[in-house]
């Protein structure tokens, strides 16, 4: 069985700091692993993956997570968080045995304030 | 391009009244996922087709939900004798697909719906 864990209900950060959240994950194989971001009543946007490679991936909007599979862990990263950047974060994983079915975390919001 | 669309974008239905959403995927998208997103909760997978292959339905939380591909395009998920507890956001997403392929899903809008 596959599962994700955000471990955090909530992030807040000021306007221009840096900004991290965290996911980790389990799957009995090579993990696949995806970053979404949902505005307020708005579907899933894509933000970036991990299948192999460089364990540092940078997505859209200036967003970057970091692969580290010791640790389980592929948290998603800013360096400059901006108001717009608001929004419900939710990290998924899959391995290559079922690679139709996501599992998703239970989402992380981010507020970024002036 | 188009992207996933899905409608009705809101519905509002008695409990014990059937209801069918609709999901139309990206062009050439051989994949199609349902999920469910319930208030405050992450998304619940459902169920999801990959060209003609038999599909998983796995994800289906009872054999009141039922859903159907046709034509390897448009997807129709069927709620039966709908319970209050199946309000919520049903989501649609398509991936270009094939086996084993761990692809980006590209999601609809949603369909918000409640069963009063």
């Known amino acids: 069985a596959q599962s994700v864990a955000q471990p955090e209900d909530q992030v807040n950060v000021a306007e221009g700091n840096p900004l991290t959240v965290k996911c980790t994950y389990s799957?009995?194989?090579?993990?696949?692993l995806f970053w979404y971001v949902q505005y307020p009543n708005r579907g899933l946007q894509f933000l970036l993956k991990y299948i192999t490679g460089d364990n540092l991936v940078k997505g859209s909007y200036g967003f970057e997570a970091e692969f580290n599979k010791s640790q389980t862990s592929f948290h998603l990263k800013k360096p400059s968080a901006l108001v717009s950047d608001s929004a419900l974060y939710f990290c998924?994983?899959?391995?290559?045995?079922?690679?139709?079915?996501?599992?998703f975390g239970d989402g992380t919001t981010l507020t970024v304030k002036p | 391009g188009a992207g996933v669309s899905q409608s009705p974008s809101n519905k509002v239905t008695e409990k014990g009244k059937d209801v069918e959403l609709r999901c139309d995927p990206i062009s050439g998208h051989t994949a199609l996922y349902w999920y469910r997103q319930s208030l405050g909760q992450g998304l619940e997978f459902l169920i999801y087709f990959q060209g003609n292959s038999a599909p998983d339905k796995s994800g289906l939380p009872s054999d009141r939900f039922s859903a159907e591909r046709t034509g390897g395009s448009v997807s129709t998920l069927t709620i039966q004798r709908t319970q209050q507890e199946d309000s919520a956001v049903y989501l649609c997403a398509s991936s270009l697909g094939g086996q084993g392929v761990p692809d980006t899903q590209y999601f609809g809008p949603g369909t918000r719906l409640t069963v009063l």
């Open positions: 998924a994983v899959r391995d290559y045995t079922n690679a139709g079915k996501s599992t």
């Open positions: 799957v009995s194989g090579n993990p696949y």
